[in-house]
Structure formats: C-alpha cells, structure tokens
C-alpha cells in the first residue's frame, strides 16, 4: 500500500515536471517566433528606409540632370558658356540623366571592381569628371550609401574623396573573409591542420 502510494506521488511527480517542461518549451518557442518577428520588421523598416533614401536621392540626381540640362539648352542658345574665369567655351552636349549602370551590390560586387567599371563607363560616356561623384552616388545602396550620406557635401561631390571613403570601407570589411581563406589555403598547403601548429 506504501509502495503504491509512493509510485503514485512519483507517477505525479514526474508527470508534473513534464507538464512544466513543455510549458517552458512553448513559453521558448513564443519568444523565439517574437524575437523572429521582431527581426523581420526590423528588416522591413531598414528596407523601406533605404529604399525612401534612395528614391530621394534619385529624384535629387534627376533633378539636378535636369537643372543642368536647362543650363545647357540656355547657355546653347547663346552658343557659348563661361568657364570661370571669364573665357567662353563652346557649349557640349549634355549625354544622359542617370548611369545605365546596375547598382552597387555589397553581396556580389567588390568595391574597387566596381570603381573601376563605374570609371570605364563614365568615360566612355565623355562625361566631366566633377558630375561623377554626384553619378556614382544614384548607384549606390546599402552600407556604400551610408558612407556618402554621412560626408560632408564638399567631400561627397568629390570623386576622388568618395571613391577613398568607399574603398577604405569596403577593404576593410573584405579583410576577414581575406585572412580565412589564406589561412585555409596555408592549411592545404601544408596538409597539416592548424590544430598541430
């Protein structure tokens, strides 16, 4: 009688812990799909901000082009512009709004690559060298339109000074991936594994 009282109290016992142990299991879970839901609107709004920065920064560069194009057709008429210093040069055509070019894409492209293509392109367009920075910029998205919209204006319409901002960032950000893969090729190389070292 003893014992089967005993097994009872164990039997309810353990049946007890169970129970708690799958509320603690589904309080878990709860979190984790909270948590998960939480990252996905982050996301969300992270997206939609970068897409309104972007749409913005377009509706700039296209406003600027077209500002620009204005000028030309005036200065056009009067068949001639100033450069400056108060000599007149012939007046050019002006070649295109925006870069037909895809955007800069952190997952896939490698910054100086890109740079260098980007470059290529622009003078195959015979387009003036200080309307790059502003071009390059419409391209940009993600971490790379971060580092241009936190430089000073003088700084970010300078071609030079953007393409060093964004290679300093990119490059760095390429060096951990850089060392994992010397230092899996070393491995294979020796054919040792880097726990004998």
């Known amino acids: 009688m003893e014992r089967a009282r005993k ?9 007890e812990r169970a129970k708690l142990e799958l ?6 879970r709860q979190e984790k799909e909270k948590e998960w839901q939480l990252e996905q609107e982050r996301a969300k709004i992270l997206a ?7 749409r913005q920064e377009m509706e700039k ?6 500002l620009r194009e204005k000028e030309a057709r005036a200065t056009e008429r009067r068949g001639k512009q100033s450069d400056g210093n108060g000599d007149e040069v012939p007046v050019g055509k002006v ?3 925006v870069p037909k070019m895809p955007y800069f894409d952190e997952e896939r492209d490698f910054m100086d690559s890109y740079h260098g293509r980007f470059e290529r392109f622009d003078e195959t367009q ?8 502003m071009y390059l910029s419409a391209l940009l998205k993600g971490r790379a ?3 241009y919209s936190r430089m000073p204006p003088g700084q970010a319409s300078d071609f030079e000074r953007l393409k060093d901002a964004l290679l300093k960032r990119y490059i760095l950000s390429y060096l951990p991936m850089v060392s994992k893969s010397v ?3 070393l491995n294979q190389k020796l054919e040792k594994p880097h726990r004998s070292f």
């Open 7 to 15: 097994k009872e109290k164990e039997r309810l016992f353990e049946a």
């Open 23 to 28: 509320e603690r299991d589904e309080k878990a």
């Open 48 to 54: 939609e901000r970068e897409y309104e920065n972007h």
């Open 61 to 66: 560069v296209d406003f600027q082009a077209r």
């Open 95 to 97: 070649v295109g709004k």
């Open 126 to 133: 015979k387009w003036k060298r200080e309307h790059w920075a």
């Open 145 to 147: 339109l971060d580092v």
């Open 183 to 185: 230092f899996a090729l």
